[in-house]
């Protein structure tokens, strides 16, 4: 099997990502959201996880359902997090103050819009679930009757 360069990246980036955020240690996290985040399919996410292990980026063991994996990252390294201590420590020139200022801004707009597509998602969710209801009250009055 094998995946799309970009995709691959995708992957190898959100698993970096989370074990970051679990101090490389293994981590339980449902397949819906690593897909949420990766954006991509639901066969293209069990393809790539398969590539992934067999690559040796990381070790795949099940979760506390089928919806649910355990991972471990296998490639994280102390290499990057020295490297962006010294990037901290150094001051940036003006081009970089201009740069940062500008993608800090680019972030908070990113921010914003995604809070308000997850309003727009939630609102939608909520019309569903009263469309839900009223088919089943429905179903049920079409039952009742026949």
Do not use: C, W
């Not at 690559?55 to 063991?61: E, H, P, Q, Y």
């Not at 962006?84 to 908070?108: F, I």
């Not at 088919?135 to 039952?143: C, G, K």
């Amino acid at each position: 099997m094998k995946l799309k360069e970009k995709t691959y990246k995708k992957f190898v980036d959100f698993f970096e990502k989370m074990a970051k955020q679990h101090g490389n240690n293994e981590f339980e996290i449902a397949y819906s959201e690593i897909q949420r985040d990766t954006g991509v399919a639901s066969i293209t996410l069990k393809k790539g996880i398969q590539v992934l292990e067999q690559d040796g980026v990381i070790t795949v063991s099940p979760g506390r359902n089928t919806r649910y994996g355990k991972f471990k990252y296998l490639l994280y390294s102390n290499k990057n997090t020295l490297s962006q201590s010294d990037a901290l420590n150094r001051k940036p020139d003006k081009q970089e103050e201009g740069d940062l200022a500008l993608l800090t801004k680019q972030q908070k707009n990113m921010q914003t819009s995604i809070e308000q597509l997850r309003l727009r998602i939630r609102t939608q969710e909520m019309a569903i679930s009263v469309i839900l209801d009223r088919l089943a009250e429905l179903e049920d009055q079409v039952r009742n009757k026949y």
